[in-house]
């Protein structure tokens, strides 16, 4: 996270560049919003965080982490093999629902307490995450490591002037401060802003390219299931 420059200092440096008596608060308003702009470009690794969750005996599904941003990635490895059932801890990669029912079957026979996939959806009001197949529900209690990317607090909370940092690296305190910058000369019809807001926004998605995670490639699932479905189909009519 960013450690070069406090967002009292980022403050007093906008209200150097545009010397207008810009009131502070404004100005972290300004820094706040640029800050929102660089989360919604994408999914960042200053996010991700590591949690263990755990599946009870039998059980297929655990609520989400709560600070888990359920849109972005997520991967999920058992914490531990599983003794005489799981030889070797490999992830359970995430699908979208519409995509779940194809693995309700994926292995033949089930193997108890290996999941092939696993999707997330709320069917009591909280973020919940169901594996498949469901009929391979684990026979002991059974921990979970999730690498996910987390709601980030300065979303909800936005930072304060003082001696707080933006989560960002230390190369994006400047390019807060031009997207600012570039912001507050649109509000107030300052000459030349349309060009400075471009120039940042270009900058900070060169920057952000750097400690981009990117979603899974779903052409990447979708092929991978139709293979299933094909040597499946190959193996029925062998045996036929």
């Excluded at 009131?23 to 640029?34: V, Y």
Aim: negative net charge.
């Amino acid at each position: 996270m960013s450690t070069l420059l406090s967002t009292s200092t980022m403050v007093a440096r906008l209200q150097q560049r545009i010397p207008m008596n810009l009131d502070g608060q404004f100005c972290m308003d300004k820094l706040n919003e640029s800050y929102m702009w660089i989360e919604q470009q994408g999914a960042f690794v200053w996010n991700v965080k590591l949690a263990t969750i755990t599946l009870v005996a039998l059980g297929t599904q655990v609520l989400a982490p709560t600070d888990m941003d359920v849109g972005k990635p997520a991967s999920i490895y058992p914490r531990l093999p599983i003794p005489g059932i799981v030889a070797a801890t490999t992830e359970i990669p995430y699908v979208p629902m519409d995509e779940f029912s194809l693995h309700e079957i994926y292995h033949t026979p089930t193997m108890q307490g290996v999941f092939s996939v696993f999707t997330i959806y709320i069917p009591t009001g909280f973020y919940t995450i169901l594996f498949a197949p469901q009929t391979n529900a684990p026979i002991i209690n059974t921990d979970y490591v999730v690498f996910y990317h987390m709601i980030n607090p300065a979303l909800s909370t936005p930072l304060t002037i003082g001696p707080n940092y933006f989560p960002t690296p230390d190369q994006f305190d400047t390019l807060l401060i031009d997207l600012a910058e570039a912001e507050i000369k649109r509000i107030y019809r300052l000459g030349g802003w349309a060009e400075a807001l471009q120039k940042a926004q270009a900058s900070a998605s060169v920057e952000l390219d750097k400690y981009r995670s990117p979603k899974r490639d779903l052409a990447g699932v979708q092929e991978q299931t139709k293979e299933v479905q094909e040597k499946s189909l190959n193996q029925a009519q062998a045996g036929g």
